[in-house]
């Protein structure tokens, strides 16, 4: 079975500070991904990665950086949190190319900025 | 871009039958993904759909016609614990799934 596991369950912190949320596959999939999920909104994409070292930008990434140094682990970074960064971060992971493969998702990290 | 639509709530009876549908607009197509989601867990996979018609996995089908950019999630002989977000998610050209806001399903007794 796929595992994808993310650091924190719930994290608690300041505006201002810079954030680090981590997301660690044991799969060897080629893509990751970070959504945020609010109520009514649904799963908005932050950034992905296709590669090691590679990423590419969602449809929400204002606010926000990623790393990926090596292809197991997928890093997403607030760079100065604000009160609106305030969500459910879902990491995800998928086999590469452009087939049915699914992503698989990490059981997400509550974080609120106060 | 690409704009996905579906219900926001639902309601069924336990025993029931229930369609959930889906409807989208892609620039290009390459597949289309149906999750479940329970309160305070991750997304799970339920099924892909690339070519038109049904799919059957158990108590639970999916639909596609990509001439109508419209999907639908079949759940048969309905179980308490089907109360869940059920998640419809489009592969467009970018072959990057696009997720609709989801369907908030609540199961009665």
């Known amino acids: 079975d796929v595992k994808v596991t993310q650091s924190s369950r719930y994290l608690v912190k300041r505006t201002g500070e810079k954030v680090f949320l981590e997301c660690v596959q044991d799969?060897?999939?080629?893509?990751m991904f970070w959504y945020r999920q609010d109520p009514g909104l649904g799963l908005r994409l932050i950034y992905f990665?296709?590669?090691?070292?590679?990423?590419e930008k969602g449809d929400i990434p204002e606010g926000y950086s990623v790393s990926r140094e090596k292809k197991e682990r997928f890093s997403l970074i607030l760079e100065s949190a604000s009160t609106n960064q305030t969500s459910m971060y879902l990491c995800?992971?998928?086999?590469?190319?452009?087939?049915?493969?699914?992503?698989?998702f990490g059981d997400g990290t509550r974080l609120s900025i106060l | 871009g690409q704009n996905i639509d579906q219900p926001t709530e639902m309601t069924a009876t336990e025993g029931a039958i229930v369609q959930i549908n889906c409807t989208y607009q892609?620039?290009?197509?390459?597949?289309l993904f149906w999750y479940q989601q329970h309160a305070g867990e991750a997304p799970t996979f339920l099924s892909y759909?690339?070519?038109?018609g049904l799919e059957e996995k158990g108590r639970f089908s999916s639909f596609l016609s990509r001439s109508k950019g419209y999907s639908y999630l079949l759940l048969k002989e309905l179980q308490m614990k089907d109360s869940a977000s059920y998640l419809c998610?489009?592969?467009?050209?970018?072959?990057?799934?696009?997720f609709g806001r989801g369907t908030s399903l609540i199961v009665h007794p």
């Open positions: 995800a992971s998928s086999i590469g190319g452009e087939g049915n493969q699914p992503q698989h």
């Open positions: 799969m060897d999939h080629e893509n």
């Open positions: 990665s296709y590669d090691v070292k590679m990423k």
């Open positions: 892609t620039s290009g197509f390459n597949g």
């Open positions: 759909n690339v070519l038109d």
């Open positions: 998610a489009c592969k467009g050209g970018s072959y990057i799934p696009t």
